[in-house]
């Protein structure tokens, strides 16, 4: 089994629609979860982490980790084209980083 | 600052051939990480250093081999390339291995194709 799974996609919206992004992951032990976000032949930058349990927000954007069921998303609000990109989920454990196989979104005008 | 830096951007190699790929970055930070992505999927760890002199394996270290002589410089040799290391291959560092908290920067990275 994967140690994280990302609902593979492709997505595509339209402006200002809320978006969903989903990953589910194996180990209890888990306790950081982030999120990068790609451009098109660009690196992946960190976009947000989070610790444990709960929600994060930051603007347009939210976090949530829910361990009960070891499934983390994220919620974009308020789509806009330049949120267009590919979204990796991660998850940090024992020095490592592992990665979804990533989300590729398309927020059309 | 440059941040991460990884030369060259594209490179096409004849199978069995070698290469070196660059990588530098210019934030002192002490863990440095190679990753390869191939099409469609996620990354996955080549090898990492946690600081100079220091290297570590990865998930799939096999057919590469790194160095750490240097704060700054992190390369990743390719012998005898195969077209099974087609890829994007990307440099990271962080400052420390404190969790997510401490962010990875990613370098633009080398599109290498082997044929």
């Known amino acids: 089994q994967k140690e994280v799974e990302q609902d593979p996609g492709p997505l595509s919206v339209p402006e200002g629609a809320i978006v969903s992004l989903n990953c589910t992951y194996s180990?209890?032990?888990?306790?950081?979860f982030m999120w990068y976000r790609q451009y098109s032949r660009k690196g992946p930058e960190l976009l947000m982490y989070?610790?444990?349990?709960g929600n994060k927000e930051d603007g347009r954007f939210t976090a949530q980790v829910d361990k009960s069921s070891k499934y983390i998303s994220l919620f974009i609000r308020d789509s806009q084209p330049s949120d267009s990109a590919t979204y990796l989920c991660?998850?940090?454990?024992?020095?490592?980083?592992?990665f979804g196989d990533g989300t590729t979104l398309t927020v059309k005008p | 600052n440059a941040g991460v830096t990884q030369t060259p951007k594209f490179r096409i190699l004849k199978i069995g051939q070698s290469m070196t790929l660059q990588c530098t970055q210019d934030?002192?930070?002490?863990?440095m990480y190679w990753y390869r992505q191939d099409p469609g999927m996620g990354l996955k760890l080549i090898y990492y250093?946690?600081?100079?002199?220091?290297?570590d394996k990865g998930e799939v270290p096999n057919g590469y081999n790194v160095s750490r002589s240097t704060t700054e410089d992190f390369p990743l040799r390719l012998e005898l390339a195969a077209p099974s290391q087609t890829s994007v291959y990307f440099c990271?560092?962080?400052?420390?291995?404190?969790?997510?908290?401490?962010?990875?920067?990613f370098g633009p990275g080398t599109r290498l194709t082997v044929l």
């Open positions: 250093s946690v600081g100079a002199g220091i290297t």
């Open positions: 989070t610790y444990s349990s």
């Open positions: 990271a560092s962080s400052y420390s291995l404190a969790g997510a908290t401490d962010t990875q920067y």
């Open positions: 934030m002192n930070h002490n863990y």
């Open positions: 991660a998850i940090f454990f024992a020095g490592k980083s592992t």
């Open positions: 180990n209890s032990a888990f306790q950081y």
